[in-house]
Structures are given as structure tokens and as C-alpha cells.
């Protein structure tokens, strides 16, 4: 059975920071892409950020600038380093990750349980 188990959420004022982690667990034989997606009271969830196994990255423009996605390949574990907060990134945070098992021959797509993030004005 393969995990993500995010941590890192909490309470925040404007301006501050605070840094997600994202730890895969398992029989893992490898993993590609390693995401954060964000969802706010009713909107639809969202791509924050994304690195690829290579190391390659994307950022929402919302957060350009502001949060800095990185990975521990030997820990199997991504973060999400945010700055600058607004309470416009006030939502609860999911850690994405396509993980390959040991003895399957393809990736599977996995989601963490969520972590929420609240800034305060």
C-alpha cells in the first residue's frame, strides 16, 4: 500500500510563511511528477506547483515568485515552501504524486488526505 502523508498546514497571518511536506511510503519503485494542488471553500481544486522527477517545474501564476517547490528523491518526499501568504491561498492543500510500485510495470496516480493552510488579514 503507498501513502502521501502531507504536513506542515496551519493558522498564519498575511505575510508570513510556512513550509508543506509530503512524504511517500510504501513498496515504492519509483516516482515521476510530485505536485501540490490547493482547493478553497467552493472552488475547484488547483494546481500550485509540479516537479518532475528530472527536477523540471511549474508554478500557478497566482504564486509565482512567492512559493518554491523542491523534492528529497532519496526520502521520497516533496515540499512547498510559501511566502509572502495572502488569505487568497487560504484552502486546504493536497500533495499529488504518480508512483510506480514494486513489481508493476506502471505509475498510479495518489493523492494525500490534505493539509489546511490559513492566513488571516
Known amino acids: 500500500q503507498v501513502q502521501l502523508v502531507e504536513s506542515g498546514g496551519g493558522l498564519v497571518q498575511a505575510g508570513g510563511s510556512l513550509t508543506l511536506s509530503c512524504a511517500a511510503s510504501g513498496r515504492i519503485s519509483s516516482i515521476n511528477a510530485m505536485s501540490w494542488y490547493r482547493q478553497a471553500p467552493g472552488k475547484q481544486r488547483e494546481l500550485v506547483a509540479a516537479?518532475?522527477?528530472?527536477?523540471?517545474?511549474n508554478y500557478a501564476d497566482s504564486v509565482k515568485g512567492r512559493f518554491t517547490i523542491s523534492r528529497d528523491n532519496a526520502k521520497n518526499t516533496v515540499f512547498l515552501q510559501m511566502n509572502s501568504l495572502k488569505p487568497e491561498d487560504t484552502a486546504v492543500y493536497y500533495c499529488?504524486?504518480?508512483?510506480?510500485?514494486?513489481?508493476?510495470?506502471?505509475?498510479?496516480?495518489?493523492w494525500g488526505q490534505g493539509t489546511q493552510v490559513t492566513v488571516s488579514s
Open positions: 499529488n504524486a504518480d508512483i510506480q510500485r514494486w513489481s508493476f510495470s506502471s505509475h498510479v496516480n495518489y
Open positions: 516537479i518532475s522527477s528530472g527536477g523540471s517545474i
